[in-house]
């Protein structure tokens, strides 16, 4: 099934759904990109920040009568959900011992996402349950991103959800520094790596983030060639030697200059 037809069939089953559902308009889309591979197959998808139930019913609906649909919400009354045949998990999100206990009661999961309270420090925990939960490849996604710029949601200082899921990124280069360890700036915290050694791509959308994760993507990387050195000269320091360049943030106005070698 096409993108395209993933998206419809979305939409008309949020539409559809017996009980309310608040969305961005362009989560459509992206929900279309992330989980459009899990529909019509047996998957087991998470969600938290359940109360209203609309969203439930939209994932059932549209991912298909093989999904395997579980709930959680801090508020007890999301409980009657399970009338519908939900699976439903009562906690508190900012709790890591409650994400301890909620994996090992579901075992395997192959999406997560977070639509819970918002805040930075509960994202950030439910993020870091969820990759050390995954045991194979799957997709952990947060929304509702924007609040870490919002000022009632800013008592995180600058220790905000978009500020740690920026920063995992160096992770990424952090797991590939073996290949030429002499020509990378140190990797003082190798845990960090490690922790994010199963995560092998951090996709950023307006208003979400998504962490794709596939244990086997673990793997020490390897420099490989189809054919031997041909001998080409490296013509990379050549020519100019910086940029000005307009740094990409909507806070400020900043031109930059960015030397290369030499410069």
Same mark, same amino acid.
């Given at each position: 099934m096409n993108h395209q037809q993933n998206l419809d069939d979305l939409i008309d089953c949020w539409?559809? /759904? #017996? =009980?309310p559902s608040v969305k961005l308009s362009n989560y459509f889309h992206i929900y279309a990109d992330l989980f459009g591979h899990l529909r019509g197959k047996p998957c087991t998808f998470v969600e938290t920040g359940i109360l *209203? +139930?609309?969203? @439930?019913?939209?994932?059932? %609906?549209? @991912?298909?009568p093989q999904a395997r649909i579980?709930?959680?919400d801090l508020n007890p009354e999301a409980g009657k959900w399970r009338e519908a045949g939900f699976e439903i998990h009562i906690g508190d999100q900012g709790n890591a011992r409650f994400w301890e206990d909620f994996f090992q009661q579901i075992g395997e999961f192959d999406a997560f996402l977070d639509d819970g309270g918002h805040q930075s420090f509960q994202q950030i925990? $439910? !993020?870091q349950a969820a990759i050390i939960a995954a045991t194979k490849k799957c997709v952990i996604a947060v929304e509702d991103t924007g609040t870490s710029y919002m000022s009632d949601f800013a008592s995180h200082a600058g220790n905000s959800f978009l500020q740690y899921a920026? *920063? /995992? $990124? *160096?992770?990424l280069i952090g797991k590939i520094t073996h290949i030429s360890p002499d020509r990378f700036i140190p990797m003082r915290n190798t845990q960090s790596i490690d922790f994010f050694r199963s995560v092998y791509s951090v996709q950023f959308y307006s208003g979400l983030v998504?962490? @794709?994760v596939d244990p086997t993507s673990a793997?020490? $990387?390897?420099?490989? &060639?189809? =054919? #031997?050195? %041909? +001998? !080409? /000269? *490296?013509? &990379?320091?050549e020519g100019a030697n910086s940029a000005l360049v307009e740094w990409p943030t909507p806070f400020y106005e900043k031109i930059l200059k960015v030397n290369g070698q030499g410069g």
């Open positions: 539409k559809s /759904s #017996p =009980h *209203d +139930g609309g969203s @439930l019913f939209m994932w059932r %609906n549209w @991912l298909g579980i709930g959680i925990v $439910t !993020a920026k *920063d /995992s $990124t *160096d992770n998504a962490f @794709l793997a020490s $990387t390897q420099v490989v &060639r189809n =054919h #031997p050195a %041909n +001998g !080409a /000269s *490296d013509f &990379r320091y």
